[in-house]
């Protein structure tokens, strides 16, 4: 499955990212200077998909930042929970832009 993927130009602040996102449920798996990967984890199989854990990527370079959202274990279909958790993680970003630059 691939993943859903979006570029800002804004330059997000690591840290503030990371204390945003562990409100929603995520937690850190991988982070250096220029990526942080986040998860979230599911509770059980379902066939919305709804509680399929998810991985959510951030990197940051100078031309802004890019923020990548995918399952987080094989899925065969996509019954398109994935793209409504991505514009929700994206409309929050946006929404509260200001507290993570």
């Known amino acids: 499955m691939k993943a859903k993927t979006t570029k800002l130009e804004q330059i997000l602040n690591k840290e503030k990212c990371i ?3 562990i409100r929603y449920g995520y937690f850190i798996h991988t982070e250096n200077d220029e990526k942080l990967v986040l998860r979230k984890s599911g509770t059980e199989f379902t066939t919305s998909g709804e509680k399929f854990p998810k991985e959510l990527s951030i990197s940051f370079n100078n031309n802004g930042t890019e923020i990548s959202l ?7 279909f996509d019954t398109g929970d994935l793209q409504e ?7 929050r970003i946006t929404t509260n832009i200001n507290n993570l630059i």
Request: net charge negative.
């Open 85 to 91: 958790e991505f514009d929700l993680t994206i409309n």
């Open 70 to 76: 995918k399952y987080d274990t094989f899925v065969l």
């Open 19 to 21: 204390n945003f996102f």
